[in-house]
């Protein structure tokens, strides 16, 4: 593995003639944009830009998986926060995205999931079609190394070397212990054949140090000739003309520029990214493009909608005892979990945290560990929308958090569930006493009125560029922006629905898939 703090970045500066010598630029080199960089690049023939607006290399914490929450908010997050959320304490949430080669891979806590079969599956029923979880599998394996696992659902030649920790904090035994007594299923590999129950979860560490998509898939080809790196480039607008994306406006520094790709533009700027972007360029709801002063181009109303995210909250405890510091990303376990029998998959995702951990604006202990919890399909849909027609300036992203009834009454239910996992005897050497929300706190109206205040994003936003064919879709099943030739987008934003799981490994897998589709 290439480590960002291994090899420096080469960038390239183009001007003259070099401005037009591309026959693909790619918008974004997060997760997705780093897979279509290296996998376009593969056939010489391909000329291949790539464009990041964040810089080629972070902070040294970047490599440091116990490190990763002091990366919210520093220069490598692009420092978004939601407008505040009536249903969630009326308070706006901090947002972040990563702002960096790697984009969210190179400041996210490592997590390597895929969803449940039925969530791909649903994605083809309502429309996008080859997207079901068979069409999807070989995408998902191409993208991984995995060693001693079942090879008919995993991986064994992939950029992303993914396993459990080396070495687990001594706490999570205890919890995997009180998981099970609680009567959940113990799972060999969520990832593969048995996708319901808790099990030790694959993270993105290798020899202790973060392995971003660039890490994986974008360092070890940059010597590439036929592949560009640009970074500290911000994409100010699509160029559309004839009906058609002719190339893309961007500014590095002070300096306005523009590149014309010869066959396609690909967007892969991630769920506030992609969509800010296509509504900077004239394409989204006309009624919203004329409140903020930009042309229409294409209406498509779907644009920016659709946005949502999976609502995260958690029961702190203090500790009897020092917990042992995390080496790995603070979460060695994650359960996947059904809360009735008759439902088709896990519904609910309970973890284990060696942290207190909470939203900024809460108070809590200064040492302890955390249940989290987390509704894994959430009904609440929000926007991404602009706040004005400068590039420059953040958009105004509204998840609705709690928005939908049924997602405040589902996360009352994981609550109940944490808390017994909480309580049991396996963890009694440990804990202390519950400190969030508290051992007085069970009326049901305090208790939602704590999940108000405490349910943060999980930094999971998706579908705001939705695959389909129907009138609020975005793209079609080959990715291609319905009524704008030569244009694409292939990141989190063109999933129809959240899958049940942290989204990194889908979004991949979705790259994957699109190199395979434009390359056809």
Known sequence: MVSHRDRRVRVSLMFGTDMDRFDYVVVGAGSAGCVLAARLSEDPQNRVLLLEAGAADGPDNMAVPPAWPTLIGSEADWGYATVPQPAAGGIARRYPRGKVLGGSSSINAMAFIR??????????????????????????????????????????????????????????????????????HHSDDLNGSDQEGICWWDLTIVDGTRQSAADGYLRPVLDRPNLTLLTNALAHRLIVANGRCAGVEYAVDSEVRQVYPQRETILSAGSIGSAQLLLLSGIGPAEHLRAVGVDTVADLPGVGANLHDHPHAGVIYTPARPVPPGQNNHSDLVAAVRTTPDLAAPDIQLLFVDVPYHPPHMAGPASGYTIPFTTLHPHSRGSVRLASADPAT????????????RDLAAMLTALDMAREIGSSPALDQWRDEEALPGPDVHDENELRDYLRRDTDPYYHPVGTCRIGTDPAAVVDPQLRVHGIDGLRVADASVMPSIPGANPNATVLAIAERAATLIGQ
């Open 115 to 184: 969803g449940h079969r039925t969530n791909y599956d649903a994605w083809a029923a309502a429309g996008a079609t080859g997207w079901g979880y068979e069409d999807l599998l070989p995408f998902f394996k191409r993208t991984e190394t995995t060693d001693g696992r079942d090879p008919a659902y995993r991986g064994t030649d992939g950029p992303m070397r993914v396993a459990p920790a080396r070495t687990a904090n001594p706490l999570s035994y205890a919890y995997l212990e009180a998981t099970v007594g609680a009567g959940y």
């Open 394 to 405: 953040a958009p105004l992203i509204d998840p609705n958090f709690l928005g939908d009834d």
